[in-house]
């Protein structure tokens, strides 16, 4: 419909009764075309209404049309009984859209601005002052990881994951779900910054973050009280975190949390779920196989053995060596599993060849000690 007075066409849609008073006070992020408009339900509104931005009969119903889905699933989200439990892979999907929007370099976003007798002017920034400013952004966001507080990279990431779980028909998700939201949003945006900042040094190749992220699936909706309990209670990467809760009140570096969370994402995405009760051995031992096949994209070789044993079968054997002590899981699967290093080769003996041991007693012999001491010279022979 058309705005009394204009020719620019209008959204307008009444809000169910049924999740009115849930709805007041919340802010939307519309869909308007390419662009994202701001609504913000009011205490006394009864309905939607927000501009199209176009004239165009087509184009109109096009924009109603999505900007109409987009308020269902709104409503869908508020009409949830509970919060949605996330697995890791779905917090990584979400997280992809964050990492698209900031690491398209074509996209015309202006840092600053500046105030002339003309008006506002975008004040631009050369490549160098763009590169420092991503490289400082990055690096903010990987002490933030490093730190693993949630509740220190909510206020920045919040308002960016609220929007995107209404879009996906989610009002609120667990608290585990929202830790994972705010790490795998932390990691993507990092992952982002550091894209830009190669961009702006001219490097514009492929990288290997650019198809990290996987496919969106629509989650379950929530289920009774205990048995959504019973899967938070079991799901590998909720064990990652009770884990860290424990050990970090113990002193553990944030570094070993950072290799054990990224060990358990991939063993997450390998079996493609997240339900600690069914892992058995066999599946760890096809994990540790993927891994050793699986090539750095660093070193453009395979991961070492070293790497998998030390990093990957040791943080899954302490993790689930937890979970098992903490009545979270009936067993091990890893307690029997390992991989056999081989013995360096053998290129020459430990000891040094007559030829070594003469040349060095020569050097030892020959050596004059100008204006030290007798003593400190005979110690040096």
Partial sequence: MKR????????VQRIPTDVLEKARGRRLAVPIGDETATFVISERAVDVRISLKTRDPAEARARQSKAGSYLQDVWRALRASGPIVLTHQQATALAGDLYRAWADASADRTIAITHTPAGWVPDRCTPEEERAGFEAAANKLCADIEAGEAADIEP???????????????????ADSRAMLLDAFARSLRDAFRRRQRQAEGDYTAHPTDNRHPEWTQPKSP??????????KTSLTGLVAAWWAERKAAGLKPSTHESYWNTMANFVAFLKHDDAARVTAANVI???DHRLATINPRSGKPISAKTV???????????????????RMASNPV??????????????????????ARAILEAA????????RPQTTAAKR
Wanted: proline share 4%.
């Fill in 286 to 288: 096809a994990f540790k």
């Fill in 4 to 11: 009394s007075g204009s020719s620019v066409h209008q959204l």
């Fill in 156 to 174: 920045t990431l919040g308002p960016l994951i609220d929007p995107l779980l209404l879009r996906k028909g989610i009002d609120r998700v667990d």
């Fill in 309 to 327: 044993k030390e990093n990957d079968i040791a943080g899954l054997r302490t993790i689930f060596a937890w979970a098992v002590a903490n009545q």
């Fill in 365 to 372: 012999s020959a050596y004059q000690g100008g204006t030290e």
């Fill in 335 to 356: 307690k029997e599993v390992t991989l056999k290093l081989g013995k360096p080769k053998k290129l020459r003996s430990k000891g040094f060849t007559d030829e070594e």
């Fill in 223 to 232: 289920e009774p009280a205990s048995r959504l309990s019973a899967s938070t």
